[in-house]
């Protein structure tokens, strides 16, 4: 089976720390462009970051200097080190891959964000950011 799971969502208070994981199975990360987005309650869904195949990442405007990307192609795993959170960050978390586009920063904003755009979701991880 295809598929992307998430894991390390979870509470945490402002100013804490945690770190999501992107496991792929039934298929490689190798040549996949992978990002992260998530999506709060009544709000849009929004790109957080993306990292290339390279290892070559972007943020949106609202995580960098607090976010970061990375991937082990060897654990077929991409992982999203979240520090200094923020109430605003809390939101379910998904995690995605493609092979067919690249990511970018308009406005301060990543995209691309619509499902159809990626090959691979994942089914989400919750992080609440709460005291």
């Known amino acids: 089976q295809l598929q992307l799971v998430e894991s390390g969502g979870g509470l945490v208070q402002p100013g804490g720390s945690l770190r999501l994981s992107c496991a792929a199975s039934?298929?490689?990360?190798?040549?996949?462009?992978i990002a992260w987005l998530r999506q709060a309650p009544g709000k849009e869904r929004e790109g957080v970051s993306c990292?290339?195949?390279?290892?070559?990442?972007k943020f949106a405007d609202s995580v960098k200097g607090r976010f970061s990307i990375s991937r082990d192609d060897a654990k077929n795993t991409v992982y999203l080190q979240m520090n200094n959170l923020k109430p605003e960050d809390a939101a379910v978390y998904y995690c995605?891959?493609?092979?067919?586009?690249?990511?970018?920063?308009?406005?301060?904003?990543?995209?691309?964000?619509?499902?159809?755009?990626?090959?691979?979701w994942g089914q989400g991880t919750q992080v609440t950011v709460s005291s």
């Open positions: 995605a891959a493609t092979t067919a586009a690249s990511c970018t920063v308009i406005a301060g904003k990543l995209y691309p964000t619509r499902p159809y755009e990626y090959n691979f």
């Open positions: 039934g298929f490689t990360l190798d040549y996949q462009y």
């Open positions: 990292i290339s195949s390279s290892g070559g990442s």
